[in-house]
């Protein structure tokens, strides 16, 4: 099994800053990408910024330039720094790992989600 765990949510004004981390443990052989999703109520879940093992990125366009998406492989731990926040970033943020065990093929692993909340 991989575990997911995420941190660094909270609440913070327009304009403002936060880190989010996301860690990846268990029975990991490789790891293929890492990202983050969210979920604004009544929404949908949408991609945010995604990081592939060999370190291609991609960001949702409403986020470009505002955030970074960044990981640590031998922590097996993906960041997303998130500058310039805004009211509508407002969302539970969920962490991705696509990844496989041994002699399994790869599987999605996601975390229990983070809130986030940007006052205006």
């Known amino acids: 099994q991989v575990q997911v765990v995420e941190s660094g949510g909270g609440l913070v004004q327009a304009g403002g800053s936060l880190r989010l981390s996301c860690a990846a443990s268990g029975r990991i052989f490789t790891i293929n990408a890492m990202g983050w999703y969210r979920r604004a109520p009544g929404n949908q879940r949408e991609l945010v910024a995604i990081?592939?093992?060999?370190?291609?990125?991609n960001y949702a366009d409403s986020v470009k330039g505002r955030f970074t998406i960044s990981k640590d492989d031998a922590k097996n731990t993906v960041y997303l720094q998130m500058n310039s926040l805004k009211p509508e970033d407002t969302a539970v943020y969920y962490c991705?790992?696509?990844?496989?065990?041994?002699?399994?093929?790869?599987?999605?692993?996601w975390g229990q989600g983070t809130q986030v909340t940007v006052s205006s």
């Open positions: 990081i592939t093992s060999g370190g291609s990125t």
């Open positions: 991705y790992v696509g990844a496989r065990e041994r002699m399994r093929p790869v599987n999605d692993y």
